[in-house]
């Protein structure tokens, strides 16, 4: 039966709801009610076919509570006059909200609205384009407005989170809350105290005028002549020590396994990074790399292809190291399985890379094919590096 039921007048409103529209009202003011459904009804050859079904019907949705079903007169050729829906209303906003059930959200929702008002008219805007996230919130919302408030009064403070001083709110808060943060501080704070170059929620800080602790990069000298006093050693400076440093490198590599990057061999005038993943802003400003040949080695898989393209974003110069397919074949026993691939175009690849990239990705070789780079042997490593600072010498 195609009807329209109680359940499917139930789930207009709930569509209503879903898209945030009966809290958003609340906010603006505008009128959704007196509201309309759709109503599908029996056609005149069911009704005189399927008449106890159709009386049936009738009285379900005649039963239905905070909805006013108007009728319509039809004569039935064997019982005669007889009456059948023929619109659905829905009068007031209670009347939905009862229907729901949801009369406890409305209630934390209008506690939300009138907070804001009182304290952060600047946000009712939001409130209207995100009721249901600000509903999510409700428990958290005073603290939000707080932190809202303390930087309205503190304008790119210049300090760390960790200094900002809420009753109440602790640092660990905000970083947690970032997300919306940003949404409430763009709409409440002017232009001037917002930086809209710097987004995401990893620049938080930045985008607000906050300090944010330093990016660190992990290094080895694999040379014991550039750093006599340090050879060898594990070492961590931040971004802007780093890019300060005056040494005679003339290549770099860059690993993503931890164990590789302690246990890397020595290389004549050359140092090893502890990579991040995709996190790259840490050598951003660093002019020095420009002048370096710079060795990228991770795994072979898409997201080891992904991060390499992301690196070449920075250093176009960049070179993929023991990312090839004699180095996927020579260690197939130990192939182990990607878990997401990422399926995405990488324009920076060079051919071969790009080709086993593609094969990875369109699972020609194996589905979800991964060879983690900690799992080449240790003798495929040294012999590359071999066949590296013998072309180096070469082209001296």
């Known amino acids: 039966m195609s009807w329209t039921k109680p359940a499917d007048l139930r789930a207009q409103l709930q569509r209503l709801w879903d898209r945030g529209e009966l809290l958003s009202g609340l906010v603006t003011g505008e009128a959704l009610f007196p509201r309309r459904l759709a109503l599908k009804v029996p056609s005149s050859a069911e009704m005189a076919e399927r008449f106890d079904e159709v009386r049936a019907w009738v009285a379900e949705l005649r039963d239905m509570p905070h909805c006013r079903v108007e009728m319509r007169a039809f004569r039935h050729r064997i019982f005669g006059a007889n009456s059948i829906p023929a619109e659905a209303w829905i009068d007031s906003l209670d009347a939905a909200i009862a229907l729901m059930a949801k009369r406890r959200e409305v209630l934390r929702f209008a506690a939300v609205l009138e907070t804001t008002r009182q304290r952060q008219p600047l946000l009712l805007a939001w409130l209207a384009k995100r009721p249901l996230r600000a509903l999510e919130l409700a428990d958290e919302w005073g603290r939000l407005l707080e932190i809202v408030a303390w930087l309205q009064a503190h304008p790119r403070p210049g300090m760390y989170l960790r200094q900002i001083d809420i009753p109440g709110v602790h640092s660990k808060f905000i970083e947690a809350h970032r997300g919306v943060l940003i949404e409430l501080l763009d709409s409440a704070l002017p232009p001037g105290a917002v930086d809209f170059s710097a987004t995401g929620v990893s620049q938080f800080a930045a985008r ?83 002048h370096c040949r710079i060795h990228y080695w991770g795994d072979i898989d898409t997201h080891g292809f992904a991060i390499l393209d992301q690196l070449r974003c920075r250093f176009g110069h960049v070179e993929s190291f023991l990312m090839d397919r004699a180095t996927l074949r020579a260690f197939e026993s130990q192939w182990g399985e990607e878990e997401q691939q990422t399926l995405r175009d990488l324009p920076r690849l060079n051919g071969e890379e790009s080709a086993l990239y593609d094969e990875l990705r369109d699972n020609r070789i194996r589905k979800n094919l991964r060879l983690e780079q900690e799992r080449i042997g240790f003798s495929w490593v040294e012999s590359a590096l071999s066949v590296l600072t013998q072309i180096q010498r070469a082209d001296a």
């Open 208 to 290: 607000y005028g906050l300090r944010d602790k330093p990016l660190r990069i992990r290094f080895r000298p694999l040379d014991p002549g550039l750093l006599p006093s340090l050879p060898g050693q594990d070492i961590t400076l931040d971004a802007a020590s780093f890019a300060r440093l005056d040494l005679p490198v003339t290549r770099v590599f860059i690993t993503e396994n931890e164990i590789n990057f302690l246990a890397f061999p020595r290389v004549e005038n050359s140092l090893v990074i502890f990579g991040a993943g995709y996190g790259f802003e840490m050598m951003i400003k660093t002019e020095w790399l420009s």
